[in-house]
């Protein structure tokens, strides 16, 4: 039976599915479903699609009403799976580390008349530290730089026509699709509406690990778009942002400072990342080398056997 929160009240206004791609997300997903739960809005239908979990997100998400859809697959897989099964005419993807302000879904059902596409501003719960600070202060500019934006919340047909997410991506799908959306000339607006982001690091390390995990991925993504990731990964890119924004003036720089970082760090995951291909491409090579001696034996070994079989 499908998760629906519906009212009479409410009746006559479109369905909206929320899909939360899952994998051992416990620490968060309580919070960003009960965020959910707590629209303004109906109908809603709650879709998490789980990777296989080993910790207790899915019974969490169960015991809170969402219809559960076990599958294999990273999250671009997970958001297109969870698309199949969603009823509703509008279609607004969310990760299970981020929470929602009450408004969130009434606000982008009511910007999307009109258009196809709906952008929701994502910003970051600093946490007490400062490289959390500034990590949020970084979230925040950029999301007044359209090449560092995407829609979430579109109607089901428009989804379907961009062709979904690019199942091989596993970063910046979002953007990827975003990219696609203009492209095929649909429309988008921006809501007032916020999302918050639960799983932001506190520390280097934290950055560091994030940055060796996504790193190979946000290759696949460049590889794809080109000039447009080479110009969004450009720290610079914060100073004409933060022009648009409230941030203050004492974080431009230790925010622009923080992108070269995060850029290092990428670089770095590339790096081990190459070797790492390197060293299993010759492991591989290896491993056929030897299969093909066995497979195949020479012309002297077939003579050496058939004159010891013939002597016997």
């Known amino acids: 039976m499908r998760n629906m929160r519906n009212s009479e009240g409410h009746c006559n206004s479109p369905a909206v599915s929320v899909i939360i791609p899952s994998k051992n997300s ?35 998400a169960q015991r809170m009403g969402a219809l559960v859809i076990s599958h294999e697959g990273e999250r671009s897989v997970a958001k297109n799976l969870g698309a199949k099964f969603a009823y509703g005419k509008y279609l607004f993807f969310v ?19 009109g258009v196809d596409g709906v952008l929701i501003t994502d910003q970051d719960i600093a946490k007490d530290s400062r490289v959390s600070r500034l990590i949020a202060s970084r979230r925040k500019i950029l999301s007044y730089d359209p090449l560092n934006v995407a829609v979430r919340f579109v109607k089901r047909e428009v ?13 910046d799908e979002d953007l990827d699709f975003h990219r696609r959306f203009l492209k095929l000339g649909f ?26 995990y996504y790193s190979s991925n946000h290759l696949s993504y460049a590889s794809r778009n080109p000039l447009i990731a080479f110009r969004r990964i450009s720290p610079l890119r914060v100073v004409a942002a933060w022009k648009k924004s409230n941030a203050p003036a ?33 492991v591989d090579l ?18 050496d056997n058939c004159n010891k079989e013939g002597k016997n």
């Not at 990760?95 to 606000?107: G, Q």
């Not at 925010?255 to 770095?268: D, K, Q, R, W």
């Not at 056929?288 to 034996?297: D, F, G, S, V």
């Open 26 to 60: 416990d620490s968060t997903i309580a919070n960003c479903l009960s965020s959910i739960i707590s629209q303004s809005y109906e109908p809603i239908e709650i879709i998490v699609v789980d990777c296989f979990s080993t910790d207790l997100t899915r019974e969490i």
């Open 95 to 113: 990760d299970a580390d981020h929470k929602l302000n009450p408004d969130v879904i009434a606000s982008c059902a009511k910007t999307i008349d």
């Open 159 to 171: 989804f379907d026509s961009v062709g979904g997410f690019d199942s091989d991506l596993y970063a």
């Open 187 to 212: 429309k988008m607006a921006y809501s007032r509406a916020t999302e918050w982001h639960l799983g932001s690091p506190v520390n280097l390390k934290g950055l560091l690990n994030r940055s060796l």
């Open 250 to 282: 004492s974080d431009l720089l230790p925010v622009v400072l923080l992108g070269f970082l995060s850029n290092a760090f990428l670089m770095i995951g590339f790096l081990i990342n190459l070797n790492r291909r390197q060293g299993t491409q010759k």
């Open 286 to 303: 290896r491993q056929t080398a030897l299969t093909r001696n066995k497979a195949t034996p020479s012309k002297k070994n077939v003579i």
